[in-house]
């Protein structure tokens, strides 16, 4: 039996940033995870499921409380709303895991639709040379600097959702990234060492060129 | 049906669903009807695109492997079922339901946000293309949809050039935001 949910104070704001930010990461891991047939990815994306049933449960709960007459009534329902998009969007991201978990990911067209996409999903593994070991994220800066988001981090047994600023990479880790066409390949070059520094912005502030 | 075309139609089903995603989520951050409007048209398509899809799925019956066309169907639904997530936060723009502040305080808070700018006559991205530009590779911010007076530029490609007066909703990191911000507005950014 799942444990039952109990009332909590919890900042609505962060609530639903928590929801849109959780809701939002799922989807690309769980493309990930039919993209690289990885079945690891796709259970972390049914855990996250539940994780967001429950925050959107606590959502409702909070607007709910402070909901005392027609007016609160008409401002928070949009707020229910978002935390209900949120949740679905989660359940379509775990439909998308269990393609994976049913062994349903195999069609080669899969492969070629991936190929094709605005955002493009990258995995890599870093080596001893490479300029990311041993760095922080933050440090780094790979989502300025070449627009890649770094989703995920296999590291042996371990698997790292959503690294922060803080989190060090380390050689032989493996990571899943998100960005453009053009960023992906320079964040698997820079992983493999073939890229020696970071790619600083062309552009300062002003539009001029550095 | 070759299957290149089917490969084209999948990736546009996952492309048009998720900048369904961003522009309602930037329909409920600035309340604007004109971008929910939008996304209720892209729905449209989207409905098209993906019976489409589905019977020419079916249509490779014996072809391939059953489960592997099953995992296509899912994909696909999956998809669907993200864009019509979006039209329900477009619809509370629709309906005029109030978008209480702590909404838009919280979807600015999120690492990934959406920013939506015009770009004003004295700013160096008018008359540039966006592959010259490289916004996506310098400053992290992809723009996904552009306003020329009455018409819309879904994921506009390298060649397209920008002027003064289009409004662009672009997609990125909090950093990024700012630096595109004060591109696309230099005045108001120097009085600041």
Known sequence: ?210 | MNQEKLANMLAQLKDISEIMIDLSYSALICGSEEIAERVMEMEETMDKLHIEFELAVVGLGVTRPAKGLLGLIRLAMAAEQIADAATVLANIVKRGLKTHPVLQMAMQEAEETIVTAEIADDSVLGGKSLGDLGLEDDIGMRIIVVRREQEWSYNPKDSFVLASGDLIIAKGYVEGREKLLSLARPILNNNQ
């Open chain 1, 1 to 210: 039996m799942e444990e039952e949910i109990k009332y909590k104070p919890i900042s609505v704001r962060r609530l639903l940033a928590e929801l849109q930010s959780t809701s939002t990461l799922m989807v690309d891991l769980a493309y990930s995870s039919v993209l690289f047939s990885d079945k690891d990815l796709a259970e972390e994306v049914i855990e996250l499921e539940k994780k967001v049933e429950d925050l959107k449960t606590l959502l409702l709960m909070n607007t709910a409380i402070v909901i005392k007459d027609a007016e609160d009534a008409e401002a928070m329902v949009g707020i229910m709303e978002v935390g209900g998009v949120a949740d679905t969007i989660s359940h379509a991201a775990g439909s998308i895991s269990r393609i994976v978990l049913l062994d349903l990911g195999a069609d080669p067209s899969i492969l070629e639709a991936f190929g094709k996409t605005q955002e493009r999903l990258v995995k890599t593994k870093i080596s001893p040379g490479s300029v990311m070991s041993g760095k922080t994220l933050g440090k780094l800066k790979l989502e300025t600097n070449i627009g890649v988001n770094v989703i995920s981090i296999r590291r042996g047994k371990e698997l790292i959702i959503n690294p922060g600023a803080k989190t060090t990479l380390m050689a032989e880790d493996t990571l899943i990234g998100r960005g453009s066409d053009v960023g992906v390949v320079e964040f698997d070059k820079l992983a493999k060492g073939e890229l020696k520094a970071v790619p600083r912005p062309k552009l300062d502030m002003k539009g001029e060129s550095v």
